[in-house]
């Protein structure tokens, strides 16, 4: 049995986006996300891995360790549907404040999810990326592996984005659940 993965954008896909979340106690996770996530592990055995840009830190809006507690938070919110995310990868730098050479964690780049990829022996073409960002899908396509673009958070402003860059993703969900049973089915081959 090999190893898959969801790989997860945070603010908007898992948890309503406030903007430069460091407060733990204002974590809303969407309401069909525990859900979504328990079936996903508990029946198809996928890691759960968050992949987070997380410029406020550069920006000095929130510290590492307000983005840990908030990463904290959203596992113990989790607990109540018995699943939890496995791992957070976030990037703490932005192109205004750090020089190139710190940028290359920052989605679309793959390297947060080439990390998990090693830590957790994962196959990338059984996975999967689901967020509201451009750079989710663009991060996505980059790791070869399918892409959901979720109509939470940014998703409605992203999907106009990427219809005009003619990027695609390969399925556009309304809700996170949605986004979940597109990926049940297409482990079937029903897609
Ligand atoms: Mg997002």
Redesign the pocket.
Known sequence: MTNRAIFL?????LNE?PGYLGDPDKVKLFPDVGKSLYRLKSEFDFFLIVISNQSGIARGLITKEQVDLVNKQINSLLMNDSVSIDAFYYCPYHPDINPPEKLNCRKPSTSMVLNAVNNYQIVLSESYFI???VV?VECGFNAGVKTILVLT??GRESLSILKKENNIPSFVANTFSNACNFIIKDLSGVN
């Open positions: 954008d945070r603010d908007g896909t986006d967020g509201d960002s989710d958070g940014n």
